[in-house]
């Protein structure tokens, strides 16, 4: 991809056009952030920072300026690269996107913390969870309205088949009886075959509600189904926790995501990141217990829900699936794929204390441990141990700064390492050491 983007970006200066050149000079200078070639990227940045001003390109300039305060983070020159983090958020004015300010906050955290400027990498991390939370929240309300909407007319729509149908087997029925006193006076030798007609209708009323609910049934499971994976979607997982958690969460969440998933889309197609998909959770099916719930949490984080697991067990579960996930390498179209995962887990409720916790700080608390675990180099477990805190108020104060909590150690933390990298071949091999 980056020597297309070179080849690309020389023709356009043969040609002569300017705005062209300035444009394949940002998409070449995003490829240049992810090949470890930050210098390359802020010299390009600064070439195309006039040319795209010239055309009064907002848009683009916004782009270019957030990935030029990247790469000189990347380089070590964090005032510079403050004051064009300020500049996009002027540019950004009247035009807010949560989401893609999201990003911005994740691409800068990550270069942050990968010169070791852990305090920065820290806050903007805070941020960008403040601002998803924020940002989840409204389209998950937005959503829950949605459903509602269109979960009550279905509803009403049932209610009147179900009647409709009643009434007609009400009808049929009487005139049924109707017709068995007439035939029971003028002929009595037809009431036997009137009992049998009578018979095979009332057969026939069942097996078209049998139906009936056999295919309600089968659209609700499919609803509650991941198309790509066939495991559990979000939805089926709030259903189950509605019937059993509404209050009290009891059992062990483990929150799991795939490592550099973004750079195996990028550089090898999303055929190759949907074939990682599906392969890591059959691995995953295949490394809990039958009566574990494996949900695909969105885009390429799962959460598996193990109800009666004991503590001690727990860690041997996430153990488990660090290694089968992650021992043998992805066969796709694009060759074999190293792949690895981190995992956040938890007992609840939390030791030693017991505290009762709602299900969604339940999965808070995993996700949580699961941050710890991509920070410390991914491919790897965190697990909650222990937890310092007398009420439900103190619990809140930790969620609030967990990483300070950690350090503290009013959060104890237990660290399971994943496989080593294997013998690979060598196309595989290519792809975990760009990774």
Sequence with gaps: QLAALEDALRLAQQSGGRRDVALLQNNLLDAYIHTDQAAKAVQLARLALPVVQ????????????????VALVLQRQFEPARREVARVLELAQGDFDPVRRALQLRELGE?????????EALRLYHEERALSAETARRNR???LQQLRLKYDSEARQRDLELLRREQTLKDRELGNRRLAQYVGVGLAALLGLSLILMGVMLARVREANRRLKANQSLL????????LTDLANRRHFLAVMDRHAKDVFTGALLMIDIDHFKHVNDRHGHAAGDAVIVEVSRRIAQAVRAEDLVVRWGGEEFLVFARNVAPDQLQLLAERILFIVGEQPVQTAAGALRVTCSIGFAHFPLPPAQLALHWEQAVNWADMALYTAKSQGRNRARGIVTVEAGDAQALIQIEAD???ACSSERVQLQTLLGPEPPGLPESAASVESAD
């Design 111 to 119: 270069a942050y913390a990968k010169v070791g400027q852990w305090k």
């Design 220 to 227: 609700r499971a499919q609803s509650e189904r991941d198309p």
């Design 54 to 69: 010239s055309y009064n390109d907002q848009t683009v300039e916004r782009t270019l300026r957030h990935n030029l305060s």
């Design 402 to 404: 967990f990483d300070a």
């Design 141 to 143: 309300d937005s959503a």
